[in-house]
């Protein structure tokens, strides 16, 4: 199957610090990707949908301005934590969907972002 | 009601035995259904996709009732590396988003 990469896997910071995520399909091209993040014990909820080229989606309750999302090639997007608190803490996963036909394409997840925020 | 609601767990079963799961969705609009599994700290990765006819892969069994909006996935000779967690998942691709809805997950634990 394809290959997503995220860096870094693991991060601490201190509270007030921005911090930015990778995720990188690594043998594919991917035109839309997505940000998740899984609390403990919870379900993966989607944060935004990140089109190359345009503006990330963000779903309700999830702060444009405080997750900043950029896709600027068919290969990569970033997901900027600012202004980090320790309630950010958590498990931020990213999927890249294969661009082609409209028959559904199999989404691909990256290891994801262990962020810890003291 | 949540959009993808899972068994509780979590299910603790002997090597061998036949386990199932149960998840039922709340968006009659959705159009496709997969089963996930999520190691521990890890990404999900997919396990199935389940289809309307139901579907087999080995050991595995999924099954979809669109009346009843319900999922199933059977799971025969269960192994140690088993144990993990199962999410059931849903895609509304009525939207076109392509958007995928996670259910809380169930936790199996296959004992020797």
């Known amino acids: 199957g394809a290959v997503v990469s995220q860096h870094p896997s693991w991060v601490i910071c201190k509270s007030g610090t921005s911090v930015k995520i990778e995720c990188r399909s690594l043998?594919?091209?991917?035109?839309?990707m997505f940000w998740y993040r899984q609390f403990p014990k919870q379900s993966l909820m989607l944060m935004a949908t990140s089109n190359e080229g345009s503006k990330a989606t963000y779903e309700q309750g999830v702060e444009k301005d405080k997750f900043l999302i950029n896709h600027a090639s068919l290969t990569l997007s970033t997901l900027t934590v600012t202004s980090a608190h320790p309630e950010d803490s958590s498990f931020y996963i990213c999927?890249?969907?294969?661009?082609?036909?409209?028959?559904?394409?199999?989404?691909?997840f990256g290891p994801g972002t262990r962020l810890t925020v003291l | 009601r949540k959009e993808v609601e899972q068994d509780p767990g979590p299910f603790n079963v002997p090597e061998g035995a036949t386990v199932a799961f149960n998840c039922t969705y709340s968006n009659s609009a959705s159009q496709s259904f997969f089963w996930y599994r999520q190691d521990c700290r890890k990404e999900p990765k997919l396990l199935m996709s389940?289809?309307?006819s139901g579907n087999e892969d080995g050991r595995f069994t999924a099954q979809l009732n669109r009346a009843s909006q319900y999922i199933s996935l059977l799971i025969r000779d269960s192994k140690l590396s088993d144990s993990a967690t199962y999410l059931c998942v849903v895609e509304p691709r009525g939207a076109g988003s392509y958007q995928l809805t996670f259910g809380k997950g169930t936790k199996l634990s296959v004992i020797p």
């Open positions: 999927s890249a969907r294969t661009s082609g036909s409209d028959s559904y394409n199999e989404q691909f």
């Open positions: 389940v289809y309307s």
């Open positions: 043998d594919f091209q991917a035109t839309t």
